[in-house]
């Protein structure tokens, strides 16, 4: 009888663990579960787009089929652009009402947003007030800007008063943005004023490119997605994403841990008469990568 009792100890025991080993399985998928989830809502919120500086041999309209083609539905576009077709107007602080409504109309028609333009540097508070104006009307999320020091408040107030943030971009030294630190100064005590991080120019300048984005973390919103065949080269060429210099699949884990949410603008400075298939090689580069994430 005692035998009998302890086989049935036994067993219940072993029920028991088995039972609690299904369960603790279960509780590990599903916080894998959770965990794939949480990031594949990161990479979800990114957004890829075009500068137009990459098609800047041609007007708005053709950049815009050019874009189309590559199936980008995001730009950020630039001051100086010609509008092309029927117009006469360029893209710029001049553009009428109604060549900024016509504009829009023709993004619409596309399925295509202009989620930025940039660069700028208005030279006063003037041009400050109708770049701001500019971008409310076209309906931008956030300006790519290089303000002068002296520009600091200005940009960064009417950045609150507009609910349009200032992304600050980094050029080759001696740009003033050259370096992060130079832009973390920057945004001190103004608090719209952000990060557009420009990959290419950060190698460029000799700059580990991880180690950027780890300074500026949690204040990039906007990033210039390109790759450079020289490092700490000023000069360097372009070329494209994955073939260069740059260490992408750690770049983009960097930009997932940090939880960024904004556009990698596609800036291409290479082949300016026939870069589609380039960009369109980079787009795919970009899925591949992003994909890899998940």
Not at 41 to 51: C, E, H, R
Not at 79 to 86: E, S
Not at 171 to 181: E, F, K, L, Q, S
């Amino acid at each position: 009888m005692r035998r009998i009792f302890v086989a049935i100890a036994l067993c219940a025991g072993l029920s028991t663990l088995i039972s609690s080993c299904g369960n603790q399985t279960a509780k590990t998928d599903e916080v894998a579960a959770q965990t794939n989830a949480a990031d594949s809502s990161v990479t979800s919120q990114w957004k890829l787009g075009v500068q137009f500086w990459t098609f800047h041999m041609f007007p708005f309209t053709t950049a815009l089929e050019k874009a189309d083609s590559a199936g980008i539905k995001n730009i950020e576009a630039y001051l100086g652009q010609p509008i092309g077709g029927d117009s006469k107007d360029t893209f710029n602080l001049r553009l009428s009402a109604e060549g900024r409504q016509k504009l829009k109309a023709l993004l619409q028609s596309k399925g295509i947003t202009m989620v930025a333009f940039g660069v700028v540097q208005p030279g006063n508070d003037v041009e400050w007030k109708q770049t701001f104006d500019l971008a409310r009307d076209m309906g931008v999320s956030y300006i790519t800007a290089e303000p002068k020091k002296e520009h600091w408040h200005i940009a960064d107030s009417l950045a609150g008063v507009y609910n349009i943030p200032i992304a600050i971009h980094d050029h080759p030294y001696p740009n003033a943005y050259a370096h992060p630190d130079s832009v973390i100064a920057a945004m001190k005590g103004h608090p719209n004023l952000y990060a557009c991080a420009d990959l290419g120019h950060w190698a460029r300048n000799g700059l580990d490119v991880k180690e950027c984005l780890q300074k500026l973390e949690g204040r990039i919103i906007g990033s210039h997605l390109k790759d450079i065949v020289t490092f700490n080269d000023t000069k360097a060429a372009d070329t494209i994403p994955g073939k260069g210099v740059i260490k992408f699949p750690e770049v983009f884990a960097e930009f997932k841990r940090q939880g960024f949410k904004g556009m990698f603008s596609i800036e291409h400075e290479s082949n300016w008469y026939n870069n589609v298939p380039d960009v369109k090689e980079i787009v795919g580069y970009y899925n591949e990568q992003v994909k890899a994430l998940k």
